[in-house]
């Protein structure tokens, strides 16, 4: 195989990847879903009852749940919409990264300055991604209305 056969090949594969997307019925599992377990930890972190791997699956499904929502289509997918969906990834990601810049910074000086120093100050993958998924979402909603 020549050089261009490859670069070609390896292109139209990434292409393919860039494109991927769920089905517009999906979007309705990916709210249940979140809705779920964020009305679950809510009532865990109340009753105080909050069994640590059970907090971790339903963290990782409210993750799951918001990527099922970003990944739909549109029952009207155009190239506007894909255009909107492109730039709100794109500001999630910039959000995503100050995000994690800045919160280890305010962690420190809340916990540090307002409140007594805490062993347990920690800044985990959670909440980057979270953050990343919920900001794209809003984004993309408001873009879409505002088109």
Request: aromatic share 14%.
């Amino acid at each position: 195989m020549n050089t261009n056969k490859i670069m070609d090949c390896e292109r139209s594969k990434i292409e393919r990847w860039s494109r991927f997307q769920l089905s517009n019925s999906w979007k309705t599992i990916g709210v249940l879903i979140s809705v779920l377990c964020f009305v679950t930890l809510m009532v865990m972190k109340i009753s105080g009852v909050e069994p640590s791997w059970i907090n971790d699956v339903l963290k990782r499904a409210l993750i799951v749940g918001f990527l099922i929502i970003s990944l739909s289509k549109e029952k009207d997918e155009d190239e506007m919409i894909a255009s909107l969906r492109a730039k709100s990834y794109a500001l999630a990601f910039i959000f995503g990264v100050l995000y994690s810049l800045v919160q280890p910074a305010v962690d420190y000086v809340v916990h540090n300055y307002i409140y007594e120093a805490s062993e347990n100050n920690t800044f985990s993958y959670f909440q980057v991604l979270w953050f990343m998924l919920l900001v794209q979402i809003m984004f993309f909603e408001v873009l879409k209305r505002n088109r």
